[in-house]
Nanobody
Framework: QVQLVESGGGLVQPGGSLRLSCAAS????????MAWYRQAPEKERELVAA???????NYADSVKGRFTISRDNAKNTVYLRMNSLKPEDTAVYYC?????????????WGQGTQVTVSS
């Protein structure tokens, strides 16, 4: 059983920063891409940032230049550094990981962590 456990969310003022972490635990197979998604109230879940096992990244246009995704493969952990936060960044942030074992692909989700940007 594999679990993704997120941490680091909270309340921050506009212009502030937060760092989210997501660690995979359990019987972790090979981890391929990892990503952060977010879902605001009454909106669809959207991709925020993704990173491959080799470190290639891509970002949603709305967060480019403000957010940075990184990963520590030895710790099976992905991070999201969020700077210059805006009220429209308020959402539940979900960690996602694509894994493989014996040629089979698996996708896992974390439970979500709330990020609220408000004065």
């Amino acid at each position: 059983q594999v679990q993704l456990v997120e941490s680091g969310g909270g309340l921050v003022q506009p212009g502030g920063s937060l760092r989210l972490s997501c660690a995979a635990s359990g019987s972790v197979p090979r981890i391929n891409a990892m990503a952060w998604y977010r879902q605001a109230p009454e909106k669809e879940r959207e991709l925020v940032a993704a990173i491959t096992s080799g470190g290639m990244t891509n970002y949603a246009d709305s967060v480019k230049g403000r957010f940075t995704i990184s990963r520590d493969n030895a710790k099976n952990t992905v991070y999201l550094r969020m700077n210059s936060l805006k009220p429209e960044d308020t959402a539940v942030y979900y960690c996602n990981a694509d894994m493989s074992r014996y040629g089979l692909m698996y996708t896992y989700w974390g439970q979500g962590t709330q990020v609220t940007v408000s004065s």
